[in-house]
């Protein structure tokens, strides 16, 4: 009869044993909040030009065209701001610029040729790479066609010539219609 009550207790400890092992504490992962974005500006500035500025909004019909001129230098500014709440507006680019080492722009072009460079007062990272928030941009030939703007976080390469060979996520993803005129 003790043999039937030592194994039972000894049965209760060993589940107890193998319950406890079987729980192990999972480091918390930290989740870092994610920028917000609702508005995206662009600005557009050539020399003795008026500037243009167009604004792409998440929940808005964005089809204001881009008209630039074929073979004129334009400096462009790309502006991220949250405007979820109009009394606290809240401008993402300032981030960006902060976490330069975190953060790409990427520009694609489709229909239309573009030479794109860094601008004069565009961030650089801590390797010395433009984060292409201040840009140059040329037009070669007349024509229509689509921009599409990236603001990428935390690419695994900022070389790239397409999205997917930033690698990263994907904190927002514009298309604007261009028009490049005589």
Not at 45 to 64: L, M
Not at 135 to 151: D, E, P, Q
Request: with cysteine.
């Amino acid at each position: 009869m003790k043999t039937l009550q030592h194994t039972k207790y000894a049965l209760f400890y060993l589940s107890v044993f193998f319950l406890l092992l079987s729980c192990e504490k999972e480091t918390p992962e930290i989740v870092e909040e994610q920028e917000l974005i609702t508005t995206v500006e662009l600005q557009f500035q050539a020399s003795g030009e008026a500037p243009q500025t167009i604004r792409w909004e998440v929940d808005q019909t964005n089809a204001t065209t881009v008209t630039l001129k074929a073979n004129t230098a334009y400096e462009v500014a790309i502006t991220f701001l949250d405007e979820s709440d109009p009394g606290d507006v809240e401008d993402i680019t300032e981030e960006v610029q902060e976490e330069a080492d975190e953060h790409q722009v990427f520009y694609e072009f489709s229909g239309v040729t573009i030479d794109l460079s860094s601008g004069r007062s565009d961030t650089l990272d801590s390797d010395g790479n433009p984060v292409f928030l201040h840009t140059v941009w040329n037009a070669t030939a007349t024509g229509t066609g689509i921009i599409k703007a990236y603001l990428i976080h935390e690419p695994t390469s900022k070389t790239s010539t397409t999205r997917a060979g930033f690698g990263g996520e994907t904190d927002v993803a514009i298309e604007i219609p261009l028009t490049v005129v005589e």
